[in-house]
């Protein structure tokens, strides 16, 4: 078993609440054809600055109850960045925890190992929609 830790945003959260998918770039797709059933996916929440400032938080715990198909329906909403993406590299998940509130993930980057550096952490999540995480780190964001 795998544990990934999978960025998104507050819009594309709410899809992945609702529908119990997970969805990647075309650009992204080598990572998740990775992804087996089993796996578990942590959902980070990428902070938003400005006015509406929010830290980043990991929102919740699935597992993945699918193999990655391709569908290009648009459910996910698409980054300014990239208006016409659809996310269509997919997996269907099956909801283990929601935290209510969400954890601040600020407060467990001292504690997790796959982030070696403490001071440019966000280095570690920059330019990908997931990643791999040791089980330790999984288990210490879902205690």
């Avoid at 770039?25 to 942590?42: A, F, M, P, Q």
């Avoid at 280095?123 to 089980?135: F, S, V, Y």
Wanted: charged fraction near 35%; include cysteine; proline fraction near 7%.
């Amino acid at each position: 078993m795998t544990y990934w830790l999978c960025i998104t945003n507050e819009d594309n959260w709410k899809v992945i609440k609702e529908k119990k998918i997970w969805g990647v770039s075309e650009r992204h797709r080598n990572t998740i054809e990775k992804v087996k059933v089993g796996d578990k996916l942590v959902i980070y929440e990428i902070q938003r600055s400005g006015k509406d400032y929010k830290p980043p938080y990991i929102r919740g715990v699935y597992e993945v109850v699918s193999e990655v198909y391709k569908d290009s329906s648009k459910i996910f909403k698409p980054t300014p960045r990239n208006p016409n993406e659809k996310f269509p590299y997919r997996v269907k998940l099956k909801e283990i925890k929601v935290f209510e509130p969400p954890i601040n993930f600020k407060d467990l980057i001292p504690k997790l190992k796959f982030i070696t550096n403490k001071k440019k952490w966000s280095g570690h999540l920059m330019g990908k929609a997931m990643r791999e995480i040791p089980e330790e780190d999984y288990k210490l964001i879902i205690s």
